[in-house]
């Protein structure tokens, strides 16, 4: 008896329970062959795309660690087999030009003000449009629409003068202003539309919580658009970092960016490659950096309108 009753406990324990999966037993689905080919033929694609969008960028990192006369003489990529040429006495001697160096935190000096003052006037004026009621909202933001319509070569002169008038031509706080301005209508028209995606449920409970309206934006909105603003913040630091043509009207020799002197380097010594690789590969670098930095963001940011 007590052998019969000591086989049915032995079962019932052997016996996995309903609901139940015993580790041990799963097995991951196997991928079949077609997918397997499809996905190695899609990532040898896109690593030979990366690969050809690098290419310029390395030849340029190369171009400035060879010297002139290994530049003229032979490409770039000679220096793939011969690494024995490379060396930092470009980058050393245009850390030692004081124009150059000075162009640069010119450059920092017009971009890192220009990007935060843009971010805020349009996440301010974004919520107001998105969530906030008062008299010509709407005809409001319709002008600020009609606003990306309007070429920058169009506001130069008359621009040029108003700051003349104002003391603010040629300098650099007068190339900041005029970025500003220019960046404030796509810049509000994105956050806007963003804004107006978040639910009215959630700012409804927070105003029945008794939370103001500084109070929603700050601790709710913000950050339920940092992905929105992270890449908003990228695509206006690397327009300004990048410009020439506004700097070069707007600012003169005392606060012109590094695009500005290096064109005019190219101007006074022609194909004068000790100089411009090392400073272009300088003025790449860091846009480079900056978007690598908030990467996860600004993927974020291009993918949140695709998946709700």
Do not use: C
């Not at 040029?160 to 970025?179: Q, R, T, W």
């Not at 206006?236 to 590094?258: E, I, Y």
């Amino acid at each position: 008896m007590t052998t019969i009753q000591d086989a049915a406990v032995s079962r019932r324990r052997a016996k996995p329970r309903p609901g139940k999966i015993r580790p041990g037993k799963i097995r991951p689905a196997k991928t079949p062959p077609t997918k397997r080919v499809g996905r190695t033929v899609i990532q040898a694609f896109l690593l030979i795309v990366g690969l050809v969008w690098l290419t310029p960028a390395a030849g340029l990192f190369l171009s400035s660690l060879r010297t002139e006369e290994a530049n003229a003489s032979s490409g770039w990529w000679q220096a793939l087999t011969a690494p024995g040429q490379l060396s930092f006495d470009n980058y050393t001697a245009l850390l030692k030009d004081s124009g150059i160096t000075q162009a640069f935190w010119n450059t920092v000096l017009i971009s890192v003000p220009t990007t935060i003052a843009v971010v805020v006037i349009a996440a301010l004026a974004g919520y107001a449009f998105a969530w906030l009621e008062f008299p010509g909202r709407d005809w409001i933001f319709l002008l600020v629409v009609a606003m990306l319509v309007v070429p920058v070569q169009i506001g130069l002169l008359p621009v040029a003068k108003l700051f003349g008038a104002l003391g603010l031509f040629g300098s650099i706080p007068g190339v900041v202003l005029f970025h500003t301005a220019y960046g404030l209508p796509f810049a509000i028209f994105l956050l806007r539309n963003y804004f107006a995606e978040i639910p009215k449920e959630m700012l409804e409970a927070a105003r029945m919580d008794g939370g103001g309206e500084w109070r929603i934006f700050s601790q709710l909105v913000l950050p339920l658009g940092r992905p929105a603003i992270a890449s908003l913040a990228i695509f206006q630091f690397l327009w300004v970092w990048n410009d020439m043509l506004v700097a070069l009207l707007f600012a003169d020799n005392a606060s012109q960016p590094l695009t500005v002197a290096l064109q005019s380097q190219m101007r006074q010594f022609g194909s004068n490659i000790g100089v411009l690789a090392p400073g272009a590969f300088l003025s790449l670098i860091v846009p480079l950096i900056v978007f690598f930095a908030f990467q996860r963001h600004f993927v974020q940011g291009v993918m949140a309108g695709s998946v709700k």
